[in-house]
């Protein structure tokens, strides 16, 4: 049971949206994934409600504990998860051209979405115990990176799951800004990145795989293949336009159900939102999610102590980058990278670990008045 004196400093409302928009996307999601006439209803929908309420179950075990406990043994949860990236390398289930699922009987996961979790932790973890340096030097840059960026990164990139790669690599360097290194050594990564930027890249392009290659050239020129490389990118903006200013009506969007749009329940699930409900409904969206954004910031500047103050910044930047990529994505101004919109897209694992994320947000908050010895 949780604390009575912790009730009292429950944030009801963050739960509240945090529910809301899974909710909304539960109906987005059936509305995207509906039948044409005559054929029959996904269960997609069904499933995603399935996961919400495992989201939640895991928001309220979260909570019970102490963030301090999840802290202490955020070293271990890191090296779980990079044993579960390897193992899905060697065991894990394929499909749409990547290898990032394991199966548990029924139930299917994705490592690398969890290990995002473990990631803050451990770099939280790393980074309160650095709060006696002024500024981080190169020595202990380049350990950091090397543990907790490269090793993950190749492992993932290895799947391939470049959206994720990509979110780790900016919630890492905007934490490490966000600390502090010092100035000698930020101007010499900036020239560094600068000098070796073709260098590096030429390596990248070739480590890509076809797919991912074609969605950096529909990026770049979203008119150079309209049946082939950038139909995604082009029926999203058409899709989105489409809802106008208040939208054509929940269920009444066209693009979705009757197929135009790939990945209508998943990668872009806001263009199927955005089409119902319009202008007026995206900004509505917007000011739900920049509400959870914001009291993640506000929870790590009134947390109790460092260690808090650095889950809670990590988690606002998860979800902060997540909302970012997804709607870029969507609007054409981001590379198509496969990364979901938090609550909403379809995927047990990652509402599982958007959950659990936010589940340590509520635990950080709460406790923010106890005094710890």
């Not at 809301?20 to 995207?32: D, E, F, R």
């Not at 139930?107 to 939280?124: C, G, M, N």
């Not at 990248?204 to 991912?212: I, P």
């Not at 969007?253 to 749009?261: I, K």
Request: with cysteine; net charge positive.
């Amino acid at each position: 049971m949780i604390d009575r004196n912790l009730l009292k400093n429950f944030d009801w409302s963050l739960l509240a949206v945090v529910l809301g928009l899974s909710l909304m996307g539960v109906m987005t999601i059936y509305s995207a994934t509906r039948p044409v006439p005559g054929a029959e209803q996904s269960s997609f929908y069904l499933k995603q409600l399935f996961w919400l309420f495992l989201g939640i179950l895991c928001l309220f075990l979260t909570i019970r504990t102490d963030y301090r406990w999840f802290s202490k043994f955020a070293y271990i949860f890191f090296a779980v998860g990079a044993i579960f990236l390897i193992v899905v390398l060697i065991a894990g289930r394929a499909g749409m051209g990547a290898q990032r699922w394991l199966s548990l009987g029924h139930i299917s996961f994705q490592p690398s979405e969890l290990f995002k979790i473990f990631f803050v932790l451990a770099v939280s973890k790393y980074l309160s115990g650095t709060e006696h340096r002024v500024r981080l030097g190169f020595r202990e840059l380049f350990k950091i990176v090397l543990i907790f960026v490269i090793f993950p990164m190749v492992l993932i990139l290895k799947q391939p799951d470049l959206g994720t790669a990509m979110l780790l690599l900016f919630i890492f360097f905007s934490m490490i800004i966000i600390t502090g290194i010092k100035k000698k050594l930020l101007i010499t990564a900036v020239i560094i990145s600068i000098v070796s930027s073709l260098f590096v890249g030429n390596i990248v392009w070739t480590g890509l795989k076809d797919y991912q290659k074609q969605r950096l050239i529909a990026f770049i020129h979203p008119e150079s293949d309209p049946q082939g490389t950038t139909y995604h990118i082009n029926q999203s903006k058409i899709t989105i336009g489409s809802g106008g200013v208040l939208g054509k009506g929940y269920l009444k969007g066209t693009q979705g159900p009757l197929r135009f749009l790939p990945e209508r329940h998943t990668d872009f699930i806001f263009s199927v939102f955005a089409e119902e409900w319009g202008f007026t409904g995206s900004v509505l969206l917007f000011l739900l999610y920049l509400f959870i954004i914001l009291r993640g910031f506000d929870t790590a500047k009134k947390a109790r102590d460092i260690e808090g103050r650095y889950l809670a910044l990590g988690v606002a930047l998860m979800l902060s980058f997540y909302f970012i990529i997804n709607v870029g994505m969507t609007l054409g101004i981001v590379p198509v990278v496969g990364v979901p919109l938090p609550f909403m897209s379809y995927g047990g694992t990652a509402l599982l670990t958007n959950f659990l994320a936010v589940g340590i947000l509520i635990n950080v908050r709460m406790r923010r008045f106890l005094l710890f010895y």
